[in-house]
């Protein structure tokens, strides 16, 4: 552990050092598992990054956290005494069956204790991580724990469809057939019911997945869906700055070593402008407001209806997408099929 703090704290005084106190408005503790850091350790990397970077008055500060590990001793006071001023909990579902299936150790009963122990603490901003989709879910079940949640009264949820990832167990267990999803039509049910529930009781879907009441949408995310400029900092870590990219190494060893020789960034790559639209097309559609028509001139100097005037009178005609005061977003149903679609503007933009 004491490795990985002193190879970060070393990035952290680098990056500082070589942007010259740049101005930050979001700080997200994420990736891992943050709240299994001690909460002193919590407080050393911000007084770290305080010392780094002008952090504005007002600043985001998010960190995910799992409920059995956010729950112990005075971890989530101490952490909102530092700083830490939006709390992330990986609930995952309430359902003590489902739970078991995603190999979560904690209990619905520890899920809600942590929700009730952040409030106490004094978070004022709590998200909460929720999964559907899963083995053996029925819509019934999805609705219900909605219910169950709404009435601890997150300010911000974020409901994501169950993706079975490659070399895990859950892709060992589909391919062997031992995992009985629900199907497409209950899927879609799931996602539009869930959405019309939680926007009757005062969220805003504003992103395919998250959902906020009002003046509780995630900033940091925001900024990454409109494609502001990131820092990613730790192992893995990824950074976007003046269309360059590039990434931390995965493994502690080699991430330490970058550090102490002061190589940052020596892996970047420029974004052609092909690539940034095709981001650009991707994450701002993701989002309630869409994609700015101005913004798809700005990039690529053409005129974004007269690209793809054919696909999108399809799509409008199929109400998947709609178009309003410069803007192209997709509607619930178009939400449903978000890859499909986003797949063949790639295809257009290639054969452009």
């Known amino acids: 552990m004491q490795v990985y703090l002193d190879a970060l704290m070393r990035e952290i005084a680098l990056w500082g050092d070589r942007l010259g106190n740049v101005a930050v408005e979001t700080i997200f503790f994420g990736g891992g598992t943050p ?17 780094s970077f002008a952090i504005s008055n007002g600043a985001e500060i998010s960190m995910e956290a799992n409920p059995e590990s956010a729950a112990r001793d005075t971890f989530l006071q101490d952490v909102r005494r530092s700083g830490i001023n939006r709390l992330s909990l990986g609930i995952q579902s309430l359902n003590r069956e489902l739970l078991h299936t995603l190999g979560r150790p904690h209990s619905a009963k520890q899920a809600i204790a942590a929700i009730e122990l952040a409030r106490q603490s004094g978070f004022n901003n709590i998200n909460v991580d929720f999964i559907w989709g899963l083995p053996g879910q029925r819509l019934k079940h999805w609705l219900e724990e909605l219910k169950e949640i709404v009435k601890l009264g997150p300010d911000h949820l974020s409901c994501y469809s169950l993706t079975i990832e490659e070399n895990t167990p859950f892709e060992v267990a589909y391919d ?25 009781q005062g969220y805003t879907h504003y992103e395919i997945s998250n959902f906020a009441r009002m003046g509780f949408q995630c900033r940091h995310n925001l900024g990454y869906w409109e494609g502001v400029d990131y820092l990613g900092l730790g192992p893995s870590a990824v950074s976007t700055i003046n269309s360059r990219r590039w990434s931390n190494p995965k493994d502690l060893a080699g991430y330490a070593r970058q550090t102490t020789q002061g190589q940052l960034g020596d892996n970047a790559e420029t974004l052609t402008p092909h690539e940034r639209m095709q981001e650009l097309i991707m994450l701002r559609l993701r989002t309630a407001r869409g994609l700015r028509f101005a913004a798809y001139k700005e990039l690529t100097g053409r005129v974004f209806m007269e690209d793809f005037r054919p696909m999108i009178t399809a799509l409008h005609q199929h109400g998947l997408v709609k178009i309003r005061n410069g803007y192209l977003n997709l509607t619930k149903r178009g939400m449903l099929v978000s890859n499909t679609i986003i797949e063949n503007l790639f295809d257009a933009m290639d054969r452009l």
């Open 35 to 51: 709240s299994m850091l001690p909460s002193k350790s919590i407080d050393a990397v911000l007084n770290r990054l305080a010392k």
């Open 176 to 200: 062997d057939g031992k995992l009985e999803l629900p199907s497409d039509d209950d899927q879609g049910k799931m996602f539009l019911y869930g959405s019309d529930f939680l926007e009757l």
